[in-house]
């Protein structure tokens, strides 16, 4: 990281250790914005991160979803960075979702947000609503609003440089990394607290096995996604984003139930922070193409480029 994002992260970290507790986290389920969680993100400028005038580039935005991640930080602040990026900086809440008809599906906050892209699948193409009105209010299993907005048939259209799913598909793994080194971090510190017959968990040897894999997962899949984002103004950066996305996505599996299983019953009741992080790591693991999509998406690409070419892509950078 250069001296930049190094204070990007350093700054971010601190404000969401002071921002972001359980009660915070628990009140977000309900649908409670957290009005001045986001007053500070914009107190610090950070709701710029990425954006063309703003000094940074991707690799900064990236940086600041990690942390965001690692604090369960219950803001679309992907979606913000992103439509900022791509729309013009605004100083109120933006939500991405799909367009889907005359709709846009499964948008972060759409119940407050002042604007809402819609991305067209299959394409660079995106929609912007300025005036948002809508539908119907979800959530996704982490309980994070995934709302229905409604597609006015005088949105403005802008067509980006690249297909914004890979670019989003990124978000939600930096996103999950940082979730993941957090599960990780609880769980290695309950096992050097808790004691059982007279000694800590981490004296286990089946814990200290667990502990072991859920660290060699977390590393394997942050590596992924730090390949990826390095590799965004190469021809590689799709295969690159498949390869995170779904390396993530596995960790996620293998990392949340094992964690899950050092804590034993205290880690699944709803009083424990635990779930907040599992829970998205799950939740974000499906968004923008799970595991199988991406993995799929690799297949086909090596399946067209023939037998005698399959070495030289795996070891190509």
């Known amino acids: 990281m250069n001296e930049q994002t190094n204070?990007?992260?350093?700054?971010a970290t601190r404000m969401f250790a002071d921002g972001v507790d359980k009660a915070l986290l628990d009140a977000a389920e309900t649908g409670v914005f957290p009005v001045a969680l986001w007053q500070s993100v914009l107190a610090t400028g950070f709701h710029s991160v990425g954006s063309p005038d703003s000094g940074t580039g991707l690799?900064?935005?990236?940086?600041?979803?990690?942390?965001?991640?690692?604090?369960?930080?219950?803001?679309?602040l992907a979606d913000t960075l992103f439509a900022n990026a791509w729309a013009g900086t605004i100083d109120g809440v933006s939500g991405i979702g799909e367009v889907a008809g005359e709709t846009i599906v499964d948008v972060p906050w759409g119940r407050v947000a002042e604007r809402v892209i819609g991305v067209v699948p299959g394409s660079a193409e995106i929609v912007v609503v300025d005036a948002v009105t809508v539908l119907a209010e979800g959530a996704n299993m982490a309980g994070e609003p995934r709302d229905t907005v409604a597609l006015p048939a005088?949105?403005?259209?802008i067509s980006l440089a690249r297909d914004p799913l890979p670019l989003l598909a990124l978000a939600r793994a930096a996103q999950s990394i940082g979730a993941?080194?957090?599960?990780?971090?609880s769980a290695?510190?309950?096992?050097?607290?808790?004691?059982?017959?007279?000694?800590t968990l981490s004296n286990f040897q089946a814990i200290q096995h667990s502990l072991a894999v859920?660290?060699?997962?977390?590393a394997a899949a942050r590596r992924a996604v730090w390949a990826a984002v390095d590799s965004l103004e190469t021809d590689r950066a799709e295969h690159e984003v498949a390869v995170a996305k779904a390396r993530v996505g596995e960790a996620a599996s293998l990392v949340c139930e094992a964690a899950h299983q050092v804590f034993g019953a205290i880690g699944y009741t709803h009083e424990h922070r635990l779930h907040h992080f599992t829970r998205r790591a799950w939740a974000w693991r499906e968004e923008y193409g799970n595991e199988t999509f991406w993995q799929q998406q690799l297949g086909l690409h090596i399946a067209?480029?023939?037998a005698d070419n399959v070495w030289s892509f795996v070891t190509g950078r």
């Open 7 to 11: 204070i990007i992260v350093d700054t």
């Open 59 to 76: 690799g900064e935005l990236y940086a600041f979803l990690d942390v965001a991640g690692a604090s369960a930080v219950p803001l679309p």
């Open 154 to 157: 005088d949105a403005r259209r």
């Open 180 to 185: 993941l080194r957090t599960v990780l971090q």
């Open 188 to 199: 290695l510190g309950y096992a050097g607290e808790r004691e059982q017959f007279g000694r």
């Open 214 to 218: 859920q660290a060699a997962e977390v």
């Open 304 to 306: 067209r480029t023939g």
